[in-house]
């Protein structure tokens, strides 16, 4: 079996969450937006699914795996709303500029959002679709754990910069720890597709895109037009865009699952005797 200790890497990923999201959110959880909680417990809970994936495949508790793998079906979906809830209320906060974070990165930081959700959903589809062939079955869900690492680099990324928030100039900065974070999620995900040798194509991918999203993050994210065409997300009503989200969701999940059903037998060999 691939990956055999990957349940313990993704585990370690929740302290390294914590510590990242602690300031803008854990710390303040009682007054945060429900967008927030339902990102912030469906990604978790992606993490947790992939983790008790991997050992249980590990540990031969194939009924539990098979089990847990119908449940992505549901959460996937509610994963995809979460994330698209964030959007919308991103672009809102952008347009009323209340703080000068949002005065500067919204627009930048969609783009993050779009690779990052076209990535996951491509590599779940492929997950679901290769889900008989265990390399690339491990690979592709494993590898979605690299779209999830950027936020939680790219709000590290200021300590070893040595930004003080309390200077002027400070949120300006930010550029560098955003591109630092998808840097270092690209190079997470070479370096397990080097290890992984034959089942590493996913990882190469997941790494390639990464640095994509840099791109984009400046290209076009720091143009004026985009900005202007940015500003009109505010006004998407956040609940009928979330269920979109999560019709899209469950539609991908439905597709790859049946695009990895075991083919019908033909001809004479499927004739009773």
């Not at 417990?41 to 590990?58: D, G, N």
């Not at 003080?164 to 690209?186: C, K, N, V, W, Y």
């Not at 991908?252 to 037998?265: F, H, S, T």
Request: aromatic share 14%; glycine share 10%.
């Amino acid at each position: 079996m691939p990956y055999r200790h990957a349940h313990w890497w993704v585990l370690g990923l929740f302290p390294l969450a914590g510590l990242a999201f602690w300031p803008n959110y854990i710390s303040v959880i009682s007054s945060s937006p429900l967008s927030y909680h339902l990102h912030g417990v469906t990604a978790s809970l992606w993490l947790l699914l992939l983790a008790m994936q991997s050992w249980s495949i590990h540990h031969g508790r194939r009924a539990f795996h098979r089990t847990n793998g119908l449940v992505s079906l549901a959460l996937f979906p509610l994963f995809l709303a979460g994330g698209a809830s964030i959007f919308v209320g991103m672009a809102q906060r952008y347009a009323e500029g209340a703080t000068p974070f949002y005065q500067l990165w919204p627009p930048h930081l969609a783009w993050l959002d779009i690779y990052a959700v076209a990535g996951m959903a491509f590599f779940y589809f492929q997950a679901l679709k290769h889900r008989r062939q265990i390399g690339k079955h491990a690979s592709y869900l494993l590898a979605t754990t690299i779209f999830l690492l950027p936020p939680v680099f790219g709000r590290l990324a200021p300590i070893p910069l040595g930004i003080d928030f309390s200077l002027p100039g400070a949120f300006e900065r930010l550029g560098t720890a955003f591109h630092l974070g998808q840097i270092a999620a690209a190079c997470v995900a070479f370096t397990i597709a080097m290890s992984a040798r034959h089942t590493g194509k996913p990882f190469i991918i997941a790494g390639l895109l990464s640095l994509l999203g840099s791109l984009l993050f400046e290209v076009p994210g720091g143009t004026d037009f985009w900005k202007q065409l940015y500003l009109n997300v505010a006004v998407v009503p956040t609940i009928p865009f979330a269920m979109a989200a999560a019709v899209a969701g469950a539609a991908i999940g439905w597709a790859g699952w049946i695009a990895g059903k075991r083919p019908a037998a033909t001809g004479p060999e499927a004739l009773p005797a």
